[in-house]
């Protein structure tokens, strides 16, 4: 049986799982990264977003409302592959884009990582499903709080991880399993990625 709808908790789960979710933090974090290494960090920003966060969100609610998936975040794994392949060549349009325009490099490894992220989430996706809430939300908590090193940033980044593992595993849209192999795969992103640029200003 589920929660009850009408509980605070799970109204509050509800929440957090739509406020945090993947296509917010991607846009969320691409931001802060071109904020923080790129003079024209809005152009950047922009483009970063349009392709690997909006676009992917535009065809997810496509896909949603044509009927070909549950719901925007595609619940069950065999509905997914459509979903990744075309969130692939978005983002493989803007990796490139964001290589053709001057941009900071760390801007630039980002995109690549997206993309390669993408592939490795594809590759896991044939055999079973992995929390992408979770993922993105542990790659935002290493990135975030590594860039600050700041106590109280911290806090706030893991605090964010946990509610959304959370929240995933109480609705019941993923396992324990599930939201830990995520985590695991945006951790080391997250720790790759800062590696390359050799930290963030």
Do not use: C
Request: proline share 3%.
């Amino acid at each position: 049986m589920g929660h009850p709808k009408s509980s605070f908790t799970y109204k509050f789960a509800l929440v957090a799982t739509e406020l945090l979710n993947p296509f917010v933090l991607v846009a969320a974090l691409l931001t802060w990264i071109s904020w923080l290494t790129d003079p024209a960090w809005m152009r950047t920003a922009g483009l970063m977003v349009l392709f690997i966060s909006a676009i992917p969100l535009a065809m997810s609610l496509l896909m949603t409302r044509a009927g070909k998936v549950t719901d925007k975040y595609i619940q069950h794994r065999t509905q997914r592959h459509l979903f990744y392949a075309l969130s692939l060549g978005s983002m493989l349009a803007g990796a490139a884009v964001v290589w053709l325009v001057p941009s900071s490099a760390e801007a630039r490894w980002m995109a690549l990582l997206a993309v390669g992220t993408l592939l490795a989430v594809m590759a896991i996706n044939t055999r079973l499903k992995i929390s992408i809430h979770a993922l993105i939300a542990a790659l935002a908590a290493v990135v975030f709080s590594a860039g600050y090193l700041n106590p109280a940033v911290l806090a706030i980044s893991v605090a964010v991880w946990a509610t959304v593992i959370w929240s995933r595993v109480y609705l019941k849209r993923h396992s324990i399993t599930e939201v830990l192999l995520g985590s695991l795969l945006g951790a080391g992103v997250g720790w790759f990625f800062l590696w390359l640029v050799g930290g963030l200003p």
